[in-house]
């Protein structure tokens, strides 16, 4: 069975940093995009970053360019986002989803993704 599982969620301060792990089990991710998404109460679903190990291509969206990094340990088949310089405006749920046909110019979207995990609440407050 396919499964995504987020952790590392919590509560940072204005400039801080949180590391998220997506742990996937079921599937082997040299086969699969991976993407993180988040969202805030009241806003859809927006994507973050995504990576694949086929391509070795990783792609920000403009918001968090330059702060966060989106890596991947196929080896413990896991995904994780560093997230740095944080700021209240980060704080949302975030997910990770699987997809294995992602194209790499739609990385970004929510409707290339297959599977999802449950999400990790990650809030930025002083």
């Known amino acids: 069975q396919l499964q995504l599982v987020e952790s590392g969620g919590g509560l940072a301060q204005p400039g801080g940093s949180l590391r998220l792990s997506c742990v996937a089990s079921g599937f082997n991710l040299d086969y699969y995009a991976i993407g993180w998404f988040r969202q805030a109460p009241g806003k859809e679903r927006e994507g973050v970053s995504c990576?694949?190990?086929?391509?070795?291509?990783?792609t920000y969206s403009d918001s968090v360019r330059g702060r966060f990094t989106i890596s991947m340990d196929t080896a413990k088949n896991t995904v994780y986002l560093q997230m740095n310089s944080l700021n209240p405006e980060d704080t949302a749920v975030y997910f990770c989803a699987a997809g294995p046909g992602v194209v790499p110019s739609r990385g970004l979207e929510t409707d290339e993704y297959d599977y999802w995990g449950q999400g990790t609440q990650v809030t930025v407050s002083s």
């Open positions: 990576i694949s190990s086929f391509d070795v291509k990783e």
